[in-house]
């Protein structure tokens, strides 16, 4: 009896410890010096892919992020993420060269300010906005 008590508390005990096991994201791995290219961008049910394989590249360098357009104009500034949480937020953000006729840089800028979450791994990534259903997605190049 006494040994079933004691097989008992070890389960019991080993299911407690891998349930609070640490679900933080690792952000290393997913932000800092990586390339990412734009797949598409998600607004409500409005879907937008850039056209004739134009790469909107995407590059986090320690708290400062680039995003380069096909056209060599550039979104930078700031980022924060919580891997617990996955919150995601950008500051600072400017404009280098022209975006006025891009209309998929313009709603990356704007989705950048508005950013509140991120979903992803090493692999792809979503950078969300707190509308409902609007996101960029990104693979990694």
């Not at 993420?81 to 280098?96: H, K, L, P, Q, V």
């Not at 313009?106 to 950013?115: G, P, V």
């Amino acid at each position: 009896m006494k040994n079933r008590i004691i097989k008992t508390a070890l389960v019991i005990l080993a299911a407690i410890t891998f349930a609070s096991c640490n679900k933080e994201d690792d952000i290393q791995e997913i932000f800092i010096d990586r390339s990412w290219t734009l797949t598409f961008i998600q607004e409500g049910k409005e879907h937008f892919v850039p056209q004739n394989n134009a790469a909107y590249i995407l590059l986090f360098k320690g708290s400062t992020f680039t995003l380069t357009t096909p056209a060599n104009a550039t979104i930078s500034g700031n980022w924060q993420a919580d891997g617990g949480s996955r919150t995601f937020r950008c500051s600072n953000i400017r404009t280098s060269g022209n975006i006025t006729n891009d209309d998929i840089a313009k709603r990356m800028r704007n989705m950048l300010q508005n950013a509140v979450s991120y979903n992803g791994d090493a692999n792809y990534l979503q950078i969300i906005v707190q509308q409902g259903n609007a996101f960029m997605q990104f693979y990694n190049k």
